[in-house]
């Protein structure tokens, strides 16, 4: 029997508050399970900065790979197994995908991936197919398996059934996000009937379908996606935190470009600031380390990097007003600039504009870039439906993109009295302050 | 109206998922959790090593704080409010004992304090009285109130009814981390019914009774406890993690001792290793520094401190035999000593025996050190009666302790056929592996 | 003190599933759920016929009404208490409404005042002002008690912010019911963050607001309606369960008219078959009388009594078809109808079409009849909005009458192959059975 | 392809709060549970009169039925199908024990079968095996199988596998009702790991046995089996209910005895009061029928079955105060006796002991009657041990048995101050009421 197909001697479990159990009986998840660059996920949050306001959102993206794994686990186990329409060779390999699809996450990823302009998608390619434990696991599977692994989490993989459990509307990926996050922070949003939604999904030639008779539990799914958006992803504090986060390595990486001396070296930093990091240098940057840095640099001599950082770390955030961008509002901001710099804010660091937009579902558009499969309902007679055609509700909100923009500011310095009272007086005004 | 008196312009709410929401009246909260010394829980693990086994347990030390004073602002506001027996000047420093009982934790505590010979209780106590943040806004309410807020977590003030609240065999700290933990990990266990206990709770002169209406949710919470302890806390595994962390500080310590240069200066342990660390450094010490260090080490030159770290760091932890320290048993571990010196495996870092034990209960032993006050039940008559003499189940476990010994060791070194087969064999064969 | 102030000596709970305790402080309110109308509710279901699908959903009207209770208490006793909009007055007032609401309700309602042309709301007026238990409770109050809380239920009452507790798009009515009708229905719609939408009731001069930072919660609630209305309420299957029983109260109004000799006197009927029941009488029908008699009349001579019944008590219930009343589709029913009558069944019971129709939300449009208060959100300024004004999901909602139409008919007796098989044949193409 | 292993075509599924979807498979389970015998079940209480304490346990004997066979069909299905030590031949026969075990229970079958000296357990032997629907269906799978599935609830079946799992102390029907009773009470007892305790159960020779590894879920589940017993089962209130109803229908057969002349006679109970009820008498009482006579028998000339009937009907229950068999309280016993004949209060019906009693968990004693067997653990190395044996917990509680005794009267009775006040206060002062 080949390494694929080897089971464990006894199936694994671990305990897991969303799934309940996570299943292993595969060697080989087993054993990627136990690579050190998925064990580095660990080191990773979930949700970024959010748990500075939900204090319960402290989970790692480890979590959250394991429990996609499951709910892949799941499908192609106990619901695809048997149908014609669902090829048993493609088992493993989606399973792999499922597990390794978050593997070149960043820390912070939202904020490091703007400000260092890199793509966690990429690196999630080169730890696969680079000199890693993962691709040693994989390519024990079969030398050409690694590649398939990497094809079917950037989408390129031909059996597009595969594709669509991690890569859809409703895939793996967002069922168990929608849920963990719930169940972390502890909103009472991001439940939904995923039971009912496994068992009625169904292989099709080149995505995964629905029964009609599901239709219900994906409109339940599809609000509350809508509300995490609203309630948890876009919180504004959340979203004040991550201004932070960006302009302290906006900051950083600005000294480092006018040849500041730090006090202790930021050698993780190096071939970041140089934008040629390699895999090996990526992989030892993790959350810790980040915050190991955040730290230090709190006693750093430039004072906008010590600011931001205390900040940050202290969790002394920004307030915020809301902002929409018409000409009034842009002039009032071009003004708040002026009066930032008269009163010796830098309003680079101090003054941002944050805009959330999300999409709550929507129908293919044929040329518009990156979205995800739409939902396809599968009726009795076998003929198959877009979702937003069956039903009203989800219709209504189909193609909708809200959008929301704050202003971002640290209203203590406003406040504080010692000296330029008067323009700050101003800016307080401005803002509707006092 | 002074400054323990002022309230929040509007109640403050944290989303919490054990008690749904945390809430925040008194400006003299709000102010404490705003504290870095405070904050700084977030960078600590509720669990240590825990998360290792139950990926769920990754919640911090802040949220179990927040969750104690949660807790005792529902007795002492929903329950404790207007009985005759409770004196309500006691309640805004019942609350800050609540909120900053585990201030002074270290980093992975439990090996933290037991290698560097450390009490977190004795820095609890100096954070408070210090010159913090958390000291300044404490001082502000009354020159005197800090020190009260140190005494109630001490168990030394005067009145014992306060301290009870925070330390006794059923106190807000225990139905807290239960409830907290058991959510975290996902497991069945941890279940009680705290709204009942809390309804029932009752103020008397030293302490807080419970009615004995209420003594089969008690006998509940005592179970619920009972398998946390053997299920969680001492679970084989995560004592695993905890043998290798001990250890990497040995190592790291002993070491700096034999004046070993390290390729980058381990500044933040200086002071530890020379056994005078200030207030001011070890505050600075939390579990992303540490991770940061054990992933630097990990490429150490010696072998021990960088093999030892490299388990930590990507899990790969050792095995274990159970292990009853007999006659018989001990000739075996010293055998084994024998053994690994001679394979050249240290067994003063790869042989160790790690014992756990607990005391699920226990009624009031005058003498005995350090044991938390028993419970006790108030009948409709008035009269008290210690719980064990109530409650047949308790009874038949209380005072009995349990006591568990296992032996780990590296497993994966000791099938390693490269060498010295023969007297691996003889290990092997020692511990019943093969 | 007056008997309108009396406290219970010590607060009375309930354990209650969905809100875990029913609390109970007042003596009046305690003395209401003694008396015998009350416990009357016992004996009828929350969900009608709803349990012969959702084998759960067994719960009584008692439980609700108990449910009602406990939010309008948390409402008054923890929100709005002390606020100067609200006046004190009113409390237990508001209390009994809500506890009293449902009071008139007959057995599986909705069949049996279609029937027999009745009205709960009436009965509910009868109890509260006629010679019975519960108006003598209210009466202790205050003479003038009973007419006023029969006027908060009638939505009369002058204070129109007590009327909207009870009577609203988002009163404790449905927010108890959807709730706890998800609860032992099992399903897991039905869920939505109730204690926070609490925390943000106002009272404003005529009516409940919520604050609108609330509005996400309530957005939930919204979409948790409709989602109960189409997976419970409307569930195809109860609504075949309810067809079967209109006909049977059909069958036996109409058997009596004719003068019908039924095998044991139906004296509970009597009054009701000749249109002139007593309140009397109406209080003495509950579920188990009604499934007595449905039991007996299985053995009736009148072969369409004896087989609905048989059908009814041993769940043997109609099938279905989507039925759109085009003029096509009327007249294939026109030509079913026909074809029944040629195979001896008889298509007045045995051929029918059932509708429902819900609106999920909507704004207040004058002069239409009987539409509930439309929710308003309170902004920080004070200013009061429409919430489908300020919410772009119900606003994409709202107003939308979404309605469905079934035909039912037995299938069984159609597959039957005992005679008359080529109009049976012709029936089942015509119904696209075969 | 034979009726036994004749498959549905798609899947059937019932919503279940308890273990979300019941799944049906089978043609045969479907057949059974559309008999009018097994749908007679949901006119039965599960939990009898507990629905006048816990306001939620309306739930029927149907409802447990489902639950009971979902867990045997998930342990045959997803944990037994396989292993050598499992009789394939078995699965549909367990399925069909499990669903029908409780099948010949009566309404409030335990005031019920003391009273009129009936076994619930010889009907259903009877209904299994006389003219019924359900007989007709288990003969279709094979002339002799509806003796086999009563000879596995008789527990006389040979593979005494089969019967364990529906007849042990950890088998499916207690595991079903635990936690079925605890989610309708609503009370926090009664949860345990029932997933984990399924996933580590293994067919033996004679038995189902538990892996090692799961002996902490199995504590967990016994102290939630203690727990549910001593707060809902024995609660004193529901007792006082089950003391009312008995005492009824003993007044019910003592009237028919002495020829008393109903006002309406009661048909459905003239063969049960002769002591000859026929299985199709049996068939027709349930607890809907019980009720519509309890609320007629209100109006019966005869004061005792007249006051009970109303105290039963409108929840007007009996206090109680506890109640030792000493000789002391004996000859108290007497005296109340004497005092209440005085009073002209019958004591037979109005003076009640009551006693509950409960063995938490026992070892096997041979010879004492009708113990379910004791739960064995299965060590890795195959050996096998007596629970109490490796558990401390339940070794302490193994084989104690607990009793309670109270003694019932009606309070409001002897409060009643119009006349006898001299005797009545003797009594007050005996029960020390006063």
Redesign the interface.
Known sequence: MGYSEEKMYEEK??????H??IHIKDRVIWDLI???EF?RL??IRQLGTT??V???A???R??HS?GVYEIVRRIVDDVFDGRPEWDKEERLLSLCAALLHDLGHGPFSHSFEKVFDLDHEQFTQQIILGDTEIHEVLAKVDPGFPKKVADVIAKTYRNKLVVSLISSQIDADRMDYLQRDA???????G???M??IL?VMRPKEDQVVIKHSGM??V??YI?SR??MY??VYFHPVTRSAEVILTKILHRAKHLSEKSYTFK?PP?HFYSLFEGKISLDDYL?L????M??YF?LWQEESDPILSDLCTRF????LFKYVEFHPSNEQMSKLLELNKLFHKAGIDPEYYLVVDSSSDLPYDFYRPGEEEERLPIHLMKNNGEIRELSRES??VD??SG?R?TDHKLYFPADILENDTGRRKIKKQIRQLLDLD
């Open positions: 479990v671990f305990k897991d508050p969303v309940r159990y136990g690579t050190k064990q660990r080191r748990f500075l939900f204090h319960g402290e989970h790692s480890l979590n394991l169940y972390f922070t502890g909103v009472s949003y439940h939904f009937d039971e009912r068992r219900h539990a409109e339940d609000m809508y509300q609203w309630q202790l050698i030892k993790d959350e810790s380390v915050l190991y730290q770390v202290n969790r002394k009203e509700i209504s909100i909708k809200r």
